[in-house]
């Protein structure tokens, strides 16, 4: 019984699927592991190399190649050498087939194809980070979808997700006091925007956490009055912008962004179901 564990992680790309499987893999066994990831990996001169190797260092082969002809010789190399060797694709490959009657097209590197779209979900994220919290209002009118929201309601988590969609978000803070900016007045009824809000509960929870690194305005008697003034302000505000109001108190991020999706038929939905 071998009492450490080495992978060579092996692909025809740039490897990094074979090695989230090998990480993930190892990580359920409680012994020295080690993993070594092999990219390009487009030759048979080269899967040579790699079996002799692993046969040197006791390794088993986790492989991502989708070219047949050099994963059978993998495998065939394998096999001569006593080395195991698991095509993590292979089964997949398999069961989608039989159930669209589809072949493969065998081509790789997919997933790192600099196409349109990668580059667009780039420009996307990028804007994004630079139009958190209310940065950057000048550029403002190139945004997709503007984001208003009290704190702690998940403005930039969402922003982000909508980002990797391909979605260009920027989002804006509202606090007790907060008047809107002529850059985001401008874009009313031009560019969708999203109020984000909470029930008075939970705000009131999270305002009593911050309670210290805030002081209550003398105008205000009290916590209560004050959570109930910022609701107040942020429905004006979402109402002057005839935004769309979401209550993000038991939603998550995947659903919310649905719904943003779904109403102003911006690209791409997502579902994810929890159990």
């Known amino acids: 019984m071998a009492d450490k564990l080495h992978i060579f992680a092996v692909s025809d790309s740039v490897g990094e699927t074979a090695e989230k ?4 893999s190892v990580l359920q066994f409680k012994m020295e592991r080690s993993i070594t990831r092999f990219s390009r990996v487009t030759k048979e ?6 079996i002799e190797q692993a046969v040197e260092e006791d390794a088993l082969i986790i492989y991502t190649i989708v ?10 190399k394998a096999q001569e050498n ?27 590197g997919l997933t790192h194809t600099m196409d349109d779209q990668y580059f667009n979900r ?5 804007y994004t980070i630079e139009h958190d ?7 403002i009118g190139e945004a997709a979808l503007i984001i208003l929201g009290l704190p702690r309601t998940s403005k930039t988590p969402l922003s982000m997700h909508l980002a990797n969609l391909g979605i260009k978000v920027a989002n804006y803070p509202i606090a007790l006091d907060t008047q809107i900016p002529e850059e985001i007045m401008e874009l009313k009824g031009k560019i969708p925007m999203v109020g984000l809000t909470c029930d008075i509960d ?16 003398k105008s205000i008697e009290s916590l209560d009055e004050m959570v109930a003034e910022e609701l107040d302000n942020a429905y004006r505000i979402y109402a002057k912008l005839k935004c769309l109001v979401i209550d993000v108190t038991l939603a998550d991020i995947e659903e919310i962004g649905n719904t943003i999706t779904h109403k102003f038929n911006l690209p791409l939905r997502i579902t994810h179901h929890r159990f």
């Open 21 to 24: 499987i090998a990480v993930a």
């Open 45 to 50: 001169e080269q899967v040579v190399k790699i």
């Open 67 to 76: 070219i047949p002809e050099l994963a059978r010789f993998l495998d065939k």
């Open 82 to 108: 006593n080395v195991i060797a698991v095509n993590v694709m292979s089964p997949l490959f398999a069961a989608i087939e039989a159930k669209t009657g589809l072949k493969p097209e065998y081509i790789t």
């Open 122 to 126: 780039m420009k996307a994220i990028e």
């Open 133 to 139: 919290n209310g940065q950057n209002l000048k550029t």
């Open 202 to 217: 939970t705000l009131m929870e999270l305002r009593k956490e911050r309670l210290r690194s805030f002081q209550i305005p």
